[in-house]
């Protein structure tokens, strides 16, 4: 086990408030987040050595009876609920998570006239204004912005406009990275420079720095793949097919 291995069981412990030992042993661990509800999807994440399963305190029993049906060493997947439950459910897209191990680490070159420099506060208008021109669905999946819970953001300006923002949250312990490029700017390297600089920034935070995007996504796999990040997993998750309230 490498020490960033040892960090990222040590993040997920504290998450999870359990022994870091737990997650030295194959299984699958159910955890009930009161937070969910019923119709919210049910996620799973590689943890360690074990497969962590976050439902809501409904669904707990349901989940439960499925990985009793299957050997303790069993790392539970998407497939063992869908075929398992007890209720309609549909597979999300599955999450790629890699990490940041400075030893790997390959920053990515700044395209010809392009600055790459930290956003601050005073870059909240020019923000909106790039935001405006991405997709609501690069939005949600990329998740940038400049301040509040944005601790650090990073853009790519080209002929004084923003062409790609990558910004670092905390999720769960990890610094959790997530970068947008304007439609218009894809293809130029842009994006890639943004997260680049931003790793850079971050080699010396104490938390594991993340990086997580859904499995279709290839242009993100790419960018991950040549900054040299390492996969630990996939996340899965799986929806319940709730029939509408009658009215």
């Known amino acids: 086990m490498t020490a960033v291995d040892a960090r990222i069981r040590a993040t997920w412990a504290r998450a999870l408030g359990c022994d870091p030992d737990l997650l030295t042993v194959p299984g699958t661990l159910v955890v009930a987040d009161p937070r969910r509800t019923a119709r919210d999807v049910i996620q799973l994440w590689p943890a360690g050595q074990r497969t962590v399963v976050e439902v809501a305190p409904s669904r707990r029993a349901a989940v439960e009876a499925v990985a009793r049906r299957r050997p303790a060493e069993h790392r539970m997947s998407a497939d063992d609920l869908l075929l ?19 030893e790997r680490f390959d ?33 949600e999946e990329g998740d940038v912005g400049v301040g509040g819970e944005h601790q650090r953001s990073v853009g790519a300006v080209q002929d004084g406009r923003i062409v790609a923002v990558a910004s670092v949250v905390d999720w769960r312990g990890f610094a959790d990275l997530g970068v947008v490029a304007d439609p218009d700017a894809r293809g130029r390297g842009v994006g890639g420079a943004a997260i680049s600089r931003l790793c850079e920034l971050l080699l010396d935070d104490p938390r594991v720095v993340l990086y997580r995007h859904r499995e279709v996504n290839v242009p993100s796999a790419i960018i991950a793949a040549r900054l040299g990040l390492r996969p630990i997993g996939a996340g899965e998750g799986v929806r319940p097919v709730v029939p509408p309230r009658p009215r």
């Open 84 to 102: 398992g439950l007890p209720l309609r459910v549909q597979p999300e897209d599955r999450a790629q998570l890699l990490v940041l191990d400075p």
């Open 107 to 139: 920053p990515l070159p700044v395209p010809a006239r392009t600055e790459v420099r930290e956003l601050t506060e005073d870059d909240r208008r020019a923000l909106a204004a790039f935001l405006r021109r991405c997709p609501p669905a690069d939005q």
